[in-house]
């Protein structure tokens, strides 16, 4: 079972460039999430979508956008890369009710912004 | 502000007993998680807890104490492949989660 796929597993892209990171589930769950992860941090989320068609916006939003046109995928843009935007990104979905759903992750995306 | 305080970093021995502790202070709670992190690789799902006590699942066990807002992760029988960072988090009354920076847990041999 692939759970979630992310790509791709590493970029190195010019500030001011466009970027977008896939993750693409097969087990089927509703909600679906994009995290960063720096170090010394907790992670943080950027976006979140509880089903598709809706999104909503995490703890650190600016500079992302995301879109879930059906269940499966959830991919993550950035429109206008900059070097604070370096970091690991982790892709998620949550299986079971809001209160006790664990969260799977993708293997991340590390992304270096020059 | 909500917050999550782990320990940055622990060093134990190869079969020994390691406690990792987790304090929190969180706009309400919904239940507090503890996943695994290996370097480079995804975290993934250990333990939940929503009411206090202790839920253990093999060498691994989770305490609760909603009163102290606390939590520790015991490791039992510790292996080598227990090297590995240790995230808290919590989900607060939005039911949104709030991440510890995550404690980096040292196996010597």
């Known amino acids: 079972t692939a759970g979630i796929t992310q790509a791709p597993t590493s970029q190195i892209l010019a500030a001011g460039r466009s970027m977008t990171l896939r993750c693409t589930q097969d087990?089927?769950?509703?909600?679906m999430y994009w995290y960063r992860q720096d170090l010394g941090l907790g992670l943080r989320l950027i976006h979140y979508s509880n089903t598709a068609g809706t999104t909503g916006k995490g703890e650190v939003p600016d500079g992302y956008s995301v879109s879930r046109a059906n269940t499966d995928d959830f991919p993550l843009t950035l429109a206008s890369a900059v070097p604070s935007q370096t970091s690991v990104y982790f892709c998620?979905?949550?299986?079971?009710?809001?209160?006790?759903?664990?969260?799977?992750f993708g293997e991340g995306s590390r992304l270096t912004v020059l | 502000g909500q917050n999550i305080d782990q320990p940055t970093e622990m060093t134990a021995t190869e079969g020994a007993i390691v406690q990792i502790n987790c304090t929190y202070q969180t706009s309400g709670f919904n239940g507090l998680f503890w996943y695994q992190q290996h370097a480079g690789e995804a975290p993934t799902f250990l333990s939940y807890n929503v009411l206090d006590g202790l839920e253990e699942k093999g060498r691994f066990s989770s305490f609760l104490s909603r009163s102290k807002g606390y939590s520790y992760l015991l490791l039992k029988e510790l292996q080598m492949k227990d090297s590995a960072s240790y995230l808290c988090a919590v989900k607060d009354s939005n039911y949104q989660l709030i991440w510890g920076a995550g404690t980096k847990l040292i196996i010597k041999p």
């Open positions: 087990m089927r769950h509703n909600a």
């Open positions: 998620a979905s949550r299986t079971g009710g809001e209160n006790t759903g664990e969260l799977f």
